[in-house]
T-cell receptor, first 117, second 114 residues
């Protein structure tokens, strides 16, 4: 069974600084997708970034980028120039690529990020 | 293009009562998902629809839980004979329907069972 592990329950960063959130996963599949979602205190889950396993290039979205290490099964999220609005719970999630009827996301426990002014 | 909407946003009920939640997906999204999230945890998958067909159900979805998507648009999740352990945030998501699609989430329904 696939699992997702986020080993940092809480992190903090100074405004304008850079922070990296860690995620590792376990799978025997070769085709899959990885996601980072953000859940602010209002609780709506928002997609931050996604990565296709077949792509070697790391995904980037503005201040957000990932370091995808397929062999190590690692998928970390880097937030540059942190802003107060980045404070939230961040979840790493996995989905099989050849999903067929199996399209569920498998989630880590989350990392709570605080941004200090 | 409006996002996923869920109603009600909050529901307080007494143990043993039945409750029903509604999810309206993003227009033209043919896949719809239900997840449950308890405090301090990541979401857990409950069930998934493609159009009106329920294609996957988690073992978490006991006999007291039922979900429908009768016309392939909105979906309802019903919990019968609620228990205190059912207290959680119930999240709905939808996706467009292609193989590489991404799930977009609604604001959730917070259920409290007294």
């Amino acid at each position: 069974a696939q699992t997702v592990t986020q080993s940092q329950p809480e992190m903090s960063v100074q405004e304008a600084e850079t922070v990296t959130l860690s995620c590792t996963y376990d799978t025997s599949e070769s085709d899959y997708y990885l996601f980072w979602y953000k859940q602010p205190p209002s609780r709506q889950m928002i997609l931050v970034i996604r990565q296709e396993a077949y792509k070697q290039q790391n995904a980037t979205e503005n201040r957000f980028s990932v370091n995808f290490q397929k062999a190590a099964k690692s998928f970390s999220l880097k937030i540059s120039d942190s802003q107060l609005g980045d404070a939230a719970m961040y979840f790493c999630a996995y989905r099989r690529g050849d999903a067929g009827n199996n399209r569920k996301l498998i989630w880590g426990l989350g990392t709570s990020l605080a941004v200090n002014p | 293009d409006t996002g996923v909407s869920q109603n009600p946003r909050h529901k307080i009920t007494k143990r043993g009562q039945n409750v029903t939640f509604r999810c309206d997906p993003i227009s033209e999204h043919n896949r719809l998902y239900w997840y449950r999230q308890t405090l301090g945890q990541g979401p857990e998958f409950l069930t998934y629809f493609q159009n009106e067909a329920q294609l996957e159900k988690s073992r978490l979805l006991s006999d007291r839980f039922s979900a429908e998507r009768p016309k392939g648009s909105f979906s309802t999740l019903e919990i019968q004979r609620t228990e205190q352990g059912d207290s959680a945030m119930y999240l709905c998501a939808s996706s467009p329907g292609h193989s590489a699609d991404t799930q977009y989430f609604g604001p959730g329904t917070r259920l409290t069972v007294l």
